[in-house]
């Protein structure tokens, strides 16, 4: 077997172990403990003093061991901190300490497992490194998932808080009865938003925590427009359904541009896999061939500039590329 498909297998390997593993604590595990996620996302003190029994919930196997303060030391406060942030986010039922022992423990044994099968010590490394910076895209594919998700089905839930304000109940009311009959993640987010509120939360806090865990600019007007109303007055129910109308209309327009920025993002996508796919190809033909853009040169009378110009302008390719990618996405992101 050659480089490339040695590392494209170690690579595979361990993307599927995470997901395997992902799915495993998924069904096993729980959702993050109630109390702690309370009280780490509250900004009212007092209101954390009212804590309630939340009865004997199950605990995961990691949950026995504190990688978090293990790990703080090399990473610091902030990194976990913000994986504890963004596993929120994605609604990953881990901790950042259960987190990140289990990426490194599947990266060692993808790396493991593809040195044994290499018996080449620098591809397992190799293979490790992609594996412990495969959890990036997957995290911000997940979230993104997440928050279209919850958008696209906050203005039928803007409806039914509607229809329950018009029938001369409370907002919080209306929230509770929305939510018993709203499918995850919008059901969820909103059973969390009355359970901090019957702690003592205020609304508003409540709003900005949910804010923090589902980042979409949509529920944000929703919290401005309750806080407006909350503060100045006005009909609510009116509110909402015009705040619901508004939600449909930008969906609509993100659909619409969506359609328009496929093709140019497609071409962009075949145009960067193309050197990527054309390589591969011609390492799994002529390796020796191929193999000389990475390898230095060897001899005495060359100078380290053309010792080291294959893999220089291998490097400078890459670099390219990327950078192409990275300019065309932000011409195909448009805001609405």
């Not at 030391?73 to 994986?83: A, D, I, R, S, W």
């Not at 040195?115 to 995290?139: A, E, K, M, Y």
Request: with cysteine; proline share 4%; aromatic share 8%.
């Amino acid at each position: 077997m050659d480089f490339m498909t040695l590392l494209i297998g170690g690579c595979m390997i361990g993307f599927f172990a995470l997901i395997g593993y992902h799915f495993h604590t998924a069904n096993a595990a729980p959702q993050m403990d109630l109390r702690e996620k309370l009280k780490n996302l509250a900004k009212d003190p007092e209101a954390m003093a009212k804590e309630i029994e939340l009865g004997g919930e199950k605990k995961s196997v990691l949950s026995a061991v504190d990688f978090r303060a293990i790990f703080a030391k090399f990473t610091g406060q902030v990194y976990m901190e913000n994986l504890e942030k963004e596993l929120t986010q994605c609604d990953i039922p881990l901790k950042p300490g259960e987190f990140i022992a289990a990426r490194l423990g599947l990266s060692a044994v993808a790396g493991i497992a593809t040195g044994v099968l290499t018996q080449n010590f620098w591809i397992g490394v190799g293979v490790t490194g992609v594996c412990l910076v495969l959890h990036i895209p997957i995290l911000k594919i997940k979230r993104s998932m997440r928050v279209d998700k919850f958008v696209l089905q906050l203005a039928e839930f803007l409806v039914l808080i509607t229809n329950s304000l018009r029938s001369g109940q409370t907002f919080l009311q209306g929230v509770d009865i929305a939510s018993k009959d709203s499918p995850n993640p919008i059901g969820m987010e909103f059973r969390l938003l009355l359970k901090e509120t019957n702690l003592g939360v205020p609304v508003e806090t409540a709003f900005n925590n949910m804010l923090i865990r589902v980042p979409s600019e949509d529920l944000k007007i929703v919290m401005s427009a309750f806080s407006i109303q909350r503060n100045v007055g006005g009909n609510l129910a009116d509110i909402m359904d015009q705040v619901a109308a508004m939600i449909r209309q930008r969906i609509a327009i993100q659909g619409q541009i969506k359609v328009l920025t496929t093709q140019g993002k497609l071409s962009g996508g075949i145009v960067g896999l193309l050197p990527v796919g054309l390589g591969a190809t011609i390492s799994m033909i002529n390796y020796d061939y191929m193999c000389k853009l990475w390898t230095p040169r060897v001899g005495d009378n060359i100078d380290i500039v053309m010792r080291y110009l294959g893999p220089l302008l291998l490097a400078g390719g890459i670099f390219m590329e990327l950078l192409g990618c990275f300019v065309i996405y932000k011409i195909c992101d448009i805001e609405v």
